[in-house]
């Protein structure tokens, strides 16, 4: 699970480099919503590993 979080968090920065640096408008909008999906989705899958849920 921890593996999957990490995954999660690397996608997150990359759609966080990408959509904040002003690459392009509709396709840093895009990562702006991919970044916060990601995001949360690493967080989720932390602590859910931190606490040995699955």
Same mark, same amino acid.
């Given at each position: 699970?921890?593996?999957?979080?990490? %995954? *999660? !968090? =690397?996608? /997150?920065?990359? /759609?966080? *480099?990408? +959509? $904040?640096? +002003? =690459? *392009? @408008?509709?396709? +840093? #909008? =895009? @990562?702006?919503?991919? $970044?916060? !999906? $990601?995001? @949360?989705? /690493?967080? %989720?899958? $932390?602590? !859910? #590993?931190?606490? @040995? =849920? *699955?």
């Amino acid at each position: 699970m921890l593996t999957w979080a990490i %995954i *999660a !968090l =690397v996608i /997150a920065l990359i /759609a966080g *480099a990408l +959509g $904040f640096t +002003g =690459v *392009a @408008a509709a396709a +840093g #909008s =895009v @990562a702006k919503i991919l $970044f916060g !999906l $990601f995001l @949360a989705i /690493a967080i %989720i899958l $932390f602590l !859910l #590993s931190l606490f @040995a =849920v *699955a």
